[in-house]
């Protein structure tokens, strides 16, 4: 998950699925999408996808399974240095705003008698988490949070909960079991952390917490995340979910996939299920007919704007773009020419999944310029070497299958 900071408003709703051979109920809940991270006079906003929150997800997969599972190449970096500019500016940033494709976010509910949170579901990380009654600052203030003393169903364990994000903000809090129910997804003694420590850099965000659905091996609380515990109640039918994201119509799907979301069939993908994330292998990134880069390894990440890649691959890729050329050096953007833009896709051995020009231009450099920001960014974001990060710029163009079932991740047309 990288760090985003608006609103994607949600509504909740149950439907049907039907499969040929017995009806399985699936859950889906529509997700309204805003925008993107272009500005309303139709230039990038750089200050909203600076910041990695997977340097935690190695922390905890180092303590989970150890170091050895790091992929070559990997290090948990140091902590980013944000300037004060930039934090201002995305504090400070009003709720109102429609162009920020940020975050896909639902209404869950926690505790007996249930209590509601607006949470973002995060395919690039691990653990539940809301805040506290008890976390009495102005930021937790501002957000719902949960009583312990209101619930019959609440457990306190040992242990405590502590993620530290890149730019140095950080969520804490202790250990809980609890009823959790999301669109009608009911599971029992669902381990999370009501947050008594929540940075002033969530002010403005208006979710309240977090809900991750990798694997638990990159898990803060070395726990079952929502869903697998889910698969391991009986709550789903299958331990597959389906992620939309569209300019209307998104949703997740929760215990099988939307047919009526996409055309054909899912082509499947096995998952390294070593690193904890949703990654796999054999990836190429095109730029036309051209393979601009090949044999790469891939983590699909609903919590990540953009799209990001080793510098050295990056730089190559953007070779085989006519008239690109270095815009941001200190955090790897490239730009090209607005009137020509470059022809994207990837292919992982079979079909060769598009992007459309709208979703790799971040906008214009600057008003007028005539030059566009490439939704591809080379960052060391300390995953590996070869380990590429695809989010929603991605995403946005295929209907995507996580598939516990299988350990593997799936894409179809949309």
Request: net charge negative.
């Amino acid at each position: 998950m990288f760090c985003k900071a608006s609103l994607i408003t949600v509504a909740l709703a149950l439907v049907a699925a039907a499969s040929p051979l017995q009806e399985k109920t699936g859950i889906r809940i529509p997700l309204e999408k805003r925008s993107s991270l272009t500005n309303e006079d139709g230039t990038f906003n750089r200050e909203k996808a600076l910041v990695s929150t997977h340097r935690q997800n190695l922390i905890n997969l180092e303590k989970n399974v150890g170091r050895h599972a790091f992929k070559e190449g990997a290090e948990i970096k140091p902590l980013a240095v944000v300037p004060a500019a930039n934090v201002t500016k995305r504090q400070n940033e009003a709720l109102t705003d429609e162009e920020n494709d940020l975050e896909w976010a639902g209404t869950i509910s926690i505790g007996t008698p249930a209590q509601k949170f607006l949470i973002d579901f995060d395919t690039g990380s691990s653990d539940l988490w809301v805040p506290s009654s008890s976390c009495s600052s102005s930021t937790c203030r501002s957000k719902k949070r949960y009583s312990a003393s209101s619930s019959s169903s609440g457990s306190k364990k040992s242990g405590s909960f502590q993620i530290q994000y890149g730019d140095g903000s950080t969520v804490s809090g202790p250990v809980y079991t609890e009823s959790v129910n999301v669109a009608g997804v009911s599971v029992k003694n669902q381990y999370f952390s009501p947050v008594t420590t929540l940075s002033s850099s969530f002010a403005n965000d208006p979710i309240d917490g977090l809900l991750g659905l990798a694997y638990p091996a990159i898990s803060n609380l070395n726990q079952n995340p929502f869903f697998n515990t889910a698969v391991k109640e009986g709550a789903v039918d299958e331990g597959v979910f389906g992620f939309k994201l569209a300019s209307s119509g998104s949703e997740l799907y929760l215990g099988g996939t939307n047919s009526d979301l996409y055309s054909g069939s899912i082509e499947y993908h096995d998952v390294d299920t070593s690193t904890g994330f949703w990654q796999i292998t054999g990836a190429k990134a095109y730029v036309g007919s051209k393979a601009a880069v090949s044999g790469f390894e891939t983590i699909i990440d609903s919590g990540t704007t953009i799209m990001y890649g080793p510098p050295s691959a990056v730089k190559t890729f953007y070779k085989s773009v006519s008239g690109s050329a270095v815009y941001d050096s200190s955090q790897g953007y490239y730009s090209f020419p607005c009137d020509s833009p470059p022809s994207v896709s990837f292919s992982w051995g079979g079909k060769k999944w598009a992007i459309t020009e709208e979703n790799f231009s971040l906008g214009e450099t600057e008003s007028g310029s005539g030059k566009c920001v490439g939704a591809l960014a080379g960052q060391d974001i300390g995953l590996g070497s070869n380990v590429w990060l695809l989010g929603d710029s991605f995403m946005k163009n295929v209907y995507t299958a996580f598939s516990f079932d299988d350990d593997a991740v799936g894409f179809a047309s949309l």
